[in-house]
């Protein structure tokens, strides 16, 4: 069925029929449409959806055989290279010529039996990935090439040949779960086709501390001091623990291909991580499709006084739990390191202060907290709602959200002779998910078995515990900014194809010209 879709070019506004087709997703027996909007210009699909890639491949295939690398044995190479933007595609086919030459001048990449510029040696990655990746995960990398079948015959005598190179680097960037599966094995160490959770975990280990590296060395910090952060290398462990323990392993403890398939369909991370893995390890810049963000921006934190009890991965795993819009900035209200343990200090810092990440960290060593979505009001009653979670941190990196039972998902109450003096989430009074008395210092987590309101089992080492330390961070805009972020903003900006459709019936945009450009845009 032909269905009449809006389509924006860059220079025109206008409507064309579009098929809306479907696609098996991964093999899991789900379909979606195809992306709903086409380019006037190159009559194709955006190359960011998937299922648009399938449909972009085929109608480049059949509209421009001619480019073709040269010959039919090719044509594994060329299907990957049509999800990139003709102008891309140099840059990806020039990654083996630039690896090589980087290298030419190291001795030892000279030194193998391999014929020169042939293949890719793994003294080759490591000249280019050396400074930021250890030798233990560019092994992992180059074992993920030599594993793809280029459809080709290989040069003797080992190594990356250069079609290996572009179909990995293909998979990598913009695969599919299925596509990028084996990789994860090969990189795993898997055999046979098959590798045990452990060998996954390692494998997870060995990408989140590399990831972490990088972003230290291109300086993707984006204000956060991992110097003066928790503990990096247990968060790298903690982190990979949680994202293992997704998978589905067989009734024998071992995962295939189609294993790692599913869990690199419902496990996004994953693939984010090596996206940022090989396309900052391998230098490959693509302007269709930025690198992902994996930290928020954060805000004039006192880092001189500050002790934080938040590491890296911990951001990395918090930052897409937040619901959009507030995952922009983290700015500090309050910490026990700087403004000490009192309870009304944490009230009047966080108050009307808008929605907030809570940490607590007890003398037993575990860390927990929760995030709440409104600004804090004391009141007598329960606030919030289901966006708020609660989450534990160490020993175990877990979100837990809303589970419906009921709407207790904050309270906060101070100076009240019936009603409880302090902080909490979820489940009821005396038996919260979280409390943190008004009496500053002590705590409890009561779950039996589970909490209510949020299905998280006790948080804490005791279920009556003692505070070590506590910190909330305001996420997003604060509230007098969002506010006048808000008043500069009309309507039609928060739906642009509510303004194409505008335009199309010939009504004017009077307020175009006059409302002022926002900051950053000079």
């Known amino acids: 069925m032909l269905r009449w879709m809006f389509c924006l070019d860059w220079s025109s506004i206008f409507v064309r029929p579009v098929a809306v ?12 449409p195809v992306s709903s909007h086409i380019t006037g210009r190159q009559g194709i699909l955006p190359s960011g959806d998937i299922s648009a890639q399938r449909v972009n491949q085929d109608y480049m295939l059949r509209a421009s055989p001619h480019r073709a690398m040269g010959n039919a044995e090719s044509a594994v190479v060329h299907k990957r290279l049509v999800r990139f933007r003709p102008h891309e595609r140099p840059v990806i086919e020039g990654v083996f010529d630039r690896l090589q030459s980087a290298s030419s001048s190291c001795s030892s990449a000279s030194s193998g039996k391999s014929p020169a510029g042939k293949v890719l040696l793994l003294d080759t990655l490591k000249v280019t990935m050396g400074k930021m990746i250890s030798d233990v995960m560019i092994s992992r990398v180059f074992e993920g090439m030599c594993s793809v079948d280029p459809g080709v015959s290989l040069p003797p005598g080992g190594g990356a040949s250069r079609e290996q190179l572009v179909i990995f680097l293909a998979d990598a960037l913009r695969g599919t779960a299925e596509e990028r599966a084996p990789l994860v094995m090969a990189m795993a160490h898997g055999t046979k086709g098959t590798a045990s959770p452990d060998q996954i975990r390692g494998f997870l280990e060995d990408l989140i501390a590399a990831v972490v590296q990088i972003l230290i060395h291109r300086g993707r910090l984006r204000g956060w001091r991992p110097d003066r952060m928790g503990d990096g290398d247990q968060g790298v462990k903690v982190l990979a623990e949680q994202l293992s323990s997704e998978l589905k392993p067989s009734a024998q403890n071992t995962c295939d291909v189609a294993c790692l398939e599913d869990w690199l369909f419902r496990v996004s991370g994953v693939a984010t991580f090596l996206e940022l893995l090989i396309g900052e390890g391998l230098e490959v810049g693509l302007t269709s499709c930025p690198l992902p963000i994996l930290l928020p921006q954060c805000r004039d934190a006192p880092w001189s006084e500050l002790r934080c009890l938040l590491d890296l991965p911990l951001l990395m795993f918090l930052s897409p739990q937040m619901p959009a819009g507030y995952r922009a900035q983290w700015r500090l209200l ?7 343990e009192s309870f009304t200090r944490l009230v009047g810092n966080c108050k009307s202060g808008g929605p ?7 003398t037993k060593g575990h860390i927990f ?46 100076g009240q002779q019936t009603m409880p003096n302090g902080l909490g989430m979820g489940g009821q009074h005396g038996y919260f998910g979280l409390w943190l008395d008004y009496d500053f210092g002590r705590g409890h ?16 080492g005791d279920e009556d515990f003692t505070v070590d330390t506590v910190e909330v961070w305001g996420v997003g805009l604060p509230p007098e900014e969002q506010e006048q972020d808000e008043n500069k903003r009309s309507v039609l900006d928060m739906d642009p194809e509510v303004q194409a459709i505008m335009e199309m019936t010939g009504k004017t945009l009077y307020s175009q010209g006059l409302r002022e450009p926002d900051d950053d845009e000079g």
């Open 445 to 460: 987590s009561r779950a039996r078995p589970r909490c209510t309101t949020y299905g998280s089992p006790q948080l804490s």
């Open 356 to 362: 907030t990440v809570l940490l607590v960290k007890d």
């Open 21 to 32: 087709a479907q696609q098996q997703v991964f093999g899991l027996g789900q379909t979606r």
């Open 369 to 414: 907290g929760g995030f709440i979505s409104h600004s804090w009001e004391i009141k007598p009653q329960f606030q919030g709602d289901s966006r708020c979670f609660l989450f534990s941190v160490f020993p175990s990196m877990h979100i837990f959200t809303s589970t419906g039972y009921n709407q207790h998902y904050m309270y906060l109450n101070q």
């Open 334 to 340: 309050f910490s026990t390191n700087i403004h000490g």
